[in-house]
């Protein structure tokens, strides 16, 4: 079930993508790992005493936000809530401890806060409303693309690894930054190259799943993916 709700936000949340330097990186709008910690924790620490009151997956276009019946139990506030572990479900902490879905018991609010802040964003902000409890994420807006420092290395694709020419990554540059969609001609006369060598060079980057072409004959396009 938590892969399944962690598919569900990154089905629905934005990936940019951008080329620096000879490398294609693929930008995530919000760092997966803080936002599966917070599902773990809804699972671990809601109330099933409280029927038909399920947990919740909003996501906004600034923000997601989680929350999960029950509230803090007593003794916990937002205050004191870091590093403290108290839970109204023992069974379903331990089995996650097993499972390895949850690392050490109490870390979670931590957890969460680094993650984003080492992702270059806020910290999620943790809110008790009623008898329940809500993290929310926020995301970086418009400025998706300045993510681009603190993206991992397993969202980063060198280009010259790919055995792309000049052209090749010069090309993928235009269409990834700028949004362009270039044709057969148009590529013939950015690089001042033949049609043969234009056709080769497109269909290789459509091999190595860069580009997709859309249309056929003359009216062929090539768009980043």
């Keep these: ?3 399944e709700v962690e ?4 089905r629905n949340t934005r990936i940019a993508n951008k080329i620096v330097e000879f490398k294609r990186i693929n930008i995530p709008e919000y760092p997966y790992e803080a936002i599966r910690e917070a599902i773990i924790n809804a699972i671990a620490h809601r109330d099933y005493n409280r029927r038909g009151a399920p947990i919740m997956f909003s996501i906004f276009d600034d923000r997601i936000e989680i929350s999960n019946p029950g509230g803090l139990i007593s003794g916990l506030s937002l205050d004191n809530i870091e590093g403290k572990h108290e839970t109204r479900n023992k069974k379903i902490c331990e089995i996650f401890s097993e499972t390895k879905d949850m690392e050490r018991f ?3 609010i931590t957890k969460m ?3 984003m802040l080492d992702y270059g964003l806020k910290e999620p902000e943790f809110l008790e409303e009623g008898d329940v409890f809500t993290v929310k994420f926020y995301g970086p807006g418009d400025n998706i693309l300045d993510l681009v420092s603190n993206i991992p290395k397993d969202r980063v694709i060198d ?3 790919l055995s792309l020419n000049d052209r090749q990554i010069k090309a993928l540059e235009i269409m990834v930054n700028q949004e362009i969609t270039l044709t057969n001609k148009l590529y013939q006369e950015e690089f ?3 049609r043969f060598t234009a056709t080769r060079d497109l269909t290789n980057l459509v091999d190595k799943e860069q580009i997709v072409r859309i249309g056929k004959g003359k009216s062929t396009k090539y768009k980043a993916i």
């Excluded at 598919?7 to 990154?10: A, G, I, N, T």
């Design 106 to 108: 109490g870390t979670g």
């Design 192 to 194: 001042s190259v033949s």
């Design 7 to 10: 598919s569900f936000f990154r």
């Design 113 to 115: 806060k680094e993650l």
């Design 159 to 161: 280009l010259k690894a």
């Design 1 to 3: 079930m938590i892969d």
